[in-house]
């Protein structure tokens, strides 16, 4: 889905600029003149990332910042100060004002378009994870109201990677009066600290003396521990081009050589204020959601929770244009699994079939067992040409190989498949699952083992 960004100007010749360069890389760019108006945007629609100008006539973008951190409808909405300003007090107020970063005029392109993808991934990561706890909400599973609002200060546990001692030493002293942190020179014994014991955020030298500071970022996001460890780096002048590398692979901040302690400070609590609410969210949906509502023998979403989350993303698509797709797939014969080798052989084929259905979901899609052996995906963004991809790449992951039924027992199971796009304003739940259903059972009459997408 392409990113909806925000630019907030006074200056028009500012805020087109901006917005031609965004739509040159194929952003959607909603546009305001003001900070009441850019607030106003940011409760009614669908915004990814903000763009805000810091000198405005009314509210300022400090106070405009201010506002959509304090409410939370909106504090989790990245924003991006865009200021003539180079002063490292006007960014230090930003950041306490809770501005995810900078950007100074005149605006680099490179720059621009790497730190608004990167925020914005986070942004869709973080609105799906609200989406499947408004979803419990919904259901009465949860009456935690900490959700809307990021969790108290409180020191945070931090691993400082640098080898050049003088640098290294500024900053821990810095470091060391607020947080708990921790300093090493060699990456790899980081990595063995990192993947085995618990922090909020990696601070670490882009231009290590012995080894390449990028290398390492790579490593801590291929790992599962450490994949959503926020990572704020160190670079040197005329080190651009390989920040913006680490940028695009998933840096979360940097700071420029030689780092000034406050905004170091600074950056470091914005980042570990982002990581608890992420984890305060994924920590929801495990709790309220993951061991509430799952199928005990798959490990999949159950029904109920299906038709909930269903009728909230038809409620999202409707307000913000988003496609939407259903997958319904069916174990062809399955009867005769359990009639032949008993129900414990059905059994495991039924975990199995989960397991290689989950392997073919996305991070945002919702895989979910009906019952018996019918499953189902939910698939946001996605048309009816992807939905029936992945209705073939689900197909095949079944028919291709042979399922274990017992030590010795391989048995050869196919499935067939069903498919309907949500169509539009007025389309319901009810009405999208009864049309997969019903393209289900036309795959069945045609001669299962293959994929049926529901006529328009």
């Known amino acids: 889905m392409t990113a909806r960004v925000l630019v907030v100007d006074d200056i028009l010749a500012n805020v087109k600029l901006l917005q031609a360069r965004l739509e040159a890389e194929y952003f959607e760019v909603l546009t305001a003149f003001n900070g009441h108006d850019a607030i106003e945007i940011c409760q009614k629609q669908r915004v990814d990332v903000v763009l805000l100008d810091v000198m405005m006539p009314g509210l300022d973008g400090f106070e405009v910042c201010r506002r959509l951190k304090l409410s939370p409808q909106t504090l989790h909405i990245p924003v991006v100060m865009v200021t003539a300003l180079d002063q490292t007090a006007d960014k230090i107020q930003g950041l306490d004002a809770g501005a ?18 990167s925020l914005a991934r ?3 990561l973080n609105d799906e994870m609200l989406m499947r706890v408004t979803t419990s909400r919904e259901m009465g599973l949860s009456d935690d109201d900490m959700l809307a609002r990021v969790l108290a200060d409180k020191p945070g546990r931090l691993l400082v990677v640098d080898d050049h001692p003088r640098s290294s030493s500024r900053v821990m002293s810095a470091l060391t009066k607020v947080h708990e942190a921790y300093i090493e020179a060699n990456p790899q014994a980081a990595l063995m600290y990192l993947a085995e014991q618990p922090f909020d955020l990696l601070v670490t030298s882009l231009n290590l003396q012995n080894s390449d500071g990028l290398r390492l970022c790579s490593q ?26 680490g940028l695009d692979m998933g840096i979360n901040d940097y700071l420029m050589r030689p780092v000034d302690r406050h905004e170091l400070l600074a950056r470091v609590k ?26 005990p023998l798959t490990g999949l979403h159950n029904r109920r929770y299906m038709e909930r989350h269903l009728k909230t993303l038809i409620a999202d698509a409707a307000r913000t244009g988003r496609t939407l797709s259903v997958l319904i797939a069916d174990i062809d014969h399955f009867k005769r699994v359990n009639d032949t080798y008993g129900h414990d052989a059905g059994d495991a084929v039924l975990k199995e079939f989960s397991d290689r259905f989950r392997r073919y979901t996305r991070g945002v899609d919702l895989a979910c067992r009906l019952g018996g ?12 040409a992807l939905a029936r991809q992945v209705g073939e790449r689900v197909r095949e992951c079944v028919a291709v190989h042979p399922f274990k039924a017992g030590q010795n027992q391989d048995l050869w199971v196919t499935a067939s498949v069903g498919l309907a796009t949500w169509e539009g304003e007025g389309d319901t739940s009810e009405a999208l699952f009864k049309r997969a259903d019903t393209a289900l059972y036309a795959a069945k009459r045609q001669g299962r083992n293959q994929v049926v997408a529901a006529a328009a």
């Open 100 to 117: 995810d970063d900078f950007l100074t005029k005149p605006v680099d392109d490179i720059a621009l378009v790497t730190r608004v993808k």
């Open 270 to 295: 914005t980042q570990i204020k982002r990581k608890r609410f992420s984890d305060h969210l994924r920590n929801q949906i495990r709790e309220s959601v993951e061991l509430s509502v799952t199928d």
């Open 373 to 384: 052996e019918e499953f189902l995906i939910i698939m946001p963004d996605t048309d009816k």
């Open 122 to 124: 986070l942004k869709m």
């Open 220 to 245: 801590v996001r291929s790992l599962d521990r450490t994949r959503h460890l926020p990572i704020v780096v160190m670079a040197d002048p005329g080190d651009e081009a390989r920040l913006l590398r």
